[in-house]
C-alpha cells in the first residue's frame, strides 16, 4: 500500500507556533545523558549462577565489566570471579577492595546471591535458618557498605534483588521472606540515605527457571515451571536500570511471569 505525499502531515518548521506549543524539556534535565552500558564497571554477587549469571551475561554482552563474587566460580566464563562468601563480612571487604582494584573502581553493584531452606519453623534448624539470613539479608548489607566508597565517588546505583515474597508472606518460607522483607526495607531506608549520591532500585522477581530449587524436597519445588520467568528477562530489566541518566530513579520494579502465583 502506497501513501501518496499529500496524506502525510507536514513537519512543523522550527520555530512555529506548533513548535513553541510542544512540550519542551527540562533545563535542569540537560547535560544528564542515560548511562552507557558500554563503561559500567559493575559487581555481581551470586554471579555464577541463575539471575547473576544472566546479569553477568547482560552486562558483558552490553560491553560492561563485570567481576562476580560468589562462593562457586568455576562455572564463570567471560568475566573476572572472586570466590568468597558473602555471609562473611570481612571476606567481603577484602573482595570487594580487591574487584574495585581490578575494575578502577565500581558503577553498580547487582545483589543476586541468594538462597533458602523450606520447612516450618519448628523443622528447620536454627543455624540453617539463620544462614539464610545471612547470605540473602545480611549478605547484601555487607557487599554494599564496602562498596559504598567507590559508588559515591562515580555517582554509581546499587539494585537489590528481593522477591516477591519478600512483599507477600507464605507458610514455610519464615527464613526466606523474613531476609526478603528485610532486603526490602534496607534498600527503601538506604535510597532515602542516599539520595542524590547513590542510585538504589530494589529489583522484585518472581519465581525463575534457574537451579534454585533443584536441592529443595519435591513439595518445594514449583510444579509448573511454565509459570517460571526467564532471568535473562529480570537481567534486561536491572540493566535498563543501571542505564537511567543521572537523576532519574527507577525505585522499586516487580518483574514475573504472566501468571505469577507468588504475587500478589
Request: charged share 20%; proline share 5%.
Amino acid at each position: 500500500m502506497s501513501v501518496s505525499p499529500s496524506a502525510v502531515p507536514a513537519v512543523p518548521a522550527p520555530g512555529s507556533a506548533l513548535d513553541a506549543a510542544a512540550p519542551q524539556p527540562d533545563p535542569a534535565l540537560r547535560g544528564t545523558p542515560v548511562r552507557a552500558a558500554t563503561t559500567l564497571r559493575v559487581l555481581v554477587t551470586g554471579g555464577a549462577s541463575g539471575l547473576g549469571a544472566a546479569v553477568t551475561e547482560a552486562v558483558t554482552a552490553a560491553g560492561g565489566s563485570v567481576v562476580v563474587l560468589d562462593l562457586d566460580t568455576s562455572s564463570v566464563t567471560g568475566a573476572k570471579a572472586l570466590q568468597v562468601d558473602v555471609a562473611d563480612r570481612a571476606s567481603v571487604e577484602v573482595a570487594v577492595r580487591e574487584a574495585a582494584l581490578m575494575l578502577g573502581g565500581l558503577d553498580a553493584v547487582v545483589t543476586a546471591a541468594g538462597i533458602d531452606r523450606c520447612g516450618r519453623l519448628e523443622d528447620v534448624a536454627a543455624r540453617e535458618w539463620e544462614k539464610v539470613i545471612g547470605v540473602n539479608l545480611l549478605g547484601t548489607v555487607s557487599v554494599v557498605r564496602a562498596a559504598l566508597p567507590y559508588l559515591m565517588a562515580s555517582r554509581g546505583r546499587v539494585v537489590t534483588v528481593a522477591s516477591t515474597l519478600g512483599l507477600k508472606a507464605v507458610s514455610d518460607a519464615t527464613a526466606y521472606c523474613a531476609s526478603k522483607f528485610g532486603v526490602v526495607g534496607f534498600s527503601r531506608a538506604l535510597a532515602a540515605e542516599t539520595a542524590g549520591r547513590v542510585g538504589v532500585t530494589t529489583m522484585i522477581p518472581g519465581g525463575m527457571k534457574t537451579r534454585f530449587f533443584d536441592d529443595r524436597t519435591e513439595q518445594y519445588r514449583p510444579q509448573d515451571d511454565s509459570r517460571l520467568n526467564d532471568p535473562a528477562r529480570v537481567a534486561e530489566a536491572i540493566l535498563f536500570a543501571l542505564s537511567q541518566p543521572t537523576g532519574c530513579e527507577i525505585r522499586e520494579m516487580l518483574i514475573c511471569h504472566e501468571e505469577e502465583d507468588s504475587w500478589p
